[in-house]
């Protein structure tokens, strides 16, 4: 099992209100991302980062907004939840195992906003 | 456009078989291939990585395969058991810095 943690596991909320997903992890890595995963879909990088104060946009554009201001801690915050924004979010952080980045990945957050 | 393709369908064997699943890529040049297990309503888990220059890769009853001028990877799980049915994806590494990119998973069902 790898050391990452993503709470809440679930959550149902209204339309507007403004909501935070955690994320953290013990292993000291500096990478860490955000994905967004429909039902047999595949994962669509939101969010990265590369270190403290370092955060970027990924490939599939989001309304959501992260920071990282320590190294095991990468919250995810939507302002104002929309139905739209119903998915899986899932967290991972990444080490360089042999020349390339291997990914452990948190439980993940089942988001449904009605 | 640079695509990802993994065999949409399901995949249904009998355990003890040999399951083999596809991952086929375009316009992309990795210099790694990931494979991951995802559980339903889990995150995924990492299972092996291949480096372009390697044929083939084992890890006790797996298998993985890379044709770079196929652009082409093969997983394999020999004996098969029920215990492993979940989705299977893959991942390229084309060097962006740890950022990779994801096919949309098979999923295997190994019946008893």
């Known amino acids: 099992e790898a050391d990452i943690y993503q709470t809440p596991r679930y959550l149902v909320i209204g339309t507007g209100k403004k909501i935070t997903l955690e994320c953290s992890q013990t292993?000291?890595?500096?990478?860490m991302y955000w994905y967004q995963q429909d039902p047999g879909m595949e994962l669509h990088l939101i969010h990265y980062?590369?270190?403290?104060?370092?955060?970027e946009k990924g490939d599939l554009s989001s309304e959501s907004t992260v920071s990282r201001i320590r190294t095991e801690h990468f919250p995810l915050t939507l302002e104002s939840a929309r139905p739209s924004h119903t998915s899986q979010y899932l967290c991972?952080?990444?080490?360089?195992?042999?020349?390339?980045?291997?990914?452990?990945f948190g439980p993940g957050t089942r988001l449904l906003v009605l | 456009s640079q695509k990802i393709e993994q065999n949409s369908e399901a995949l249904n064997i009998q355990e003890g078989k040999t399951a083999t699943l596809t991952c086929n890529y375009t316009n992309y040049s990795p210099a790694y291939l990931q494979w991951y297990r995802q559980d339903p309503g889990r995150g995924p888990v990492f299972l092996l990585l291949i480096r372009e220059n390697e044929k083939e890769k084992r890890k006790e009853r797996l298998k993985v395969t890379f044709d770079t001028t196929l652009k082409q990877s093969l997983f394999h799980i020999t004996a098969s058991q029920p215990a492993d049915s979940a989705t299977y994806l893959c991942a390229l590494d084309h060097n962006q810095g740890g950022k990779l990119i994801f096919g949309q998973g098979t999923e295997l069902s190994v019946k008893p």
């Open positions: 991972a952080s990444s080490y360089r195992a042999t020349g390339s980045e291997t990914q452990y």
């Open positions: 292993m000291g890595h500096d990478k």
């Open positions: 980062s590369y270190g403290v104060n370092s955060t």
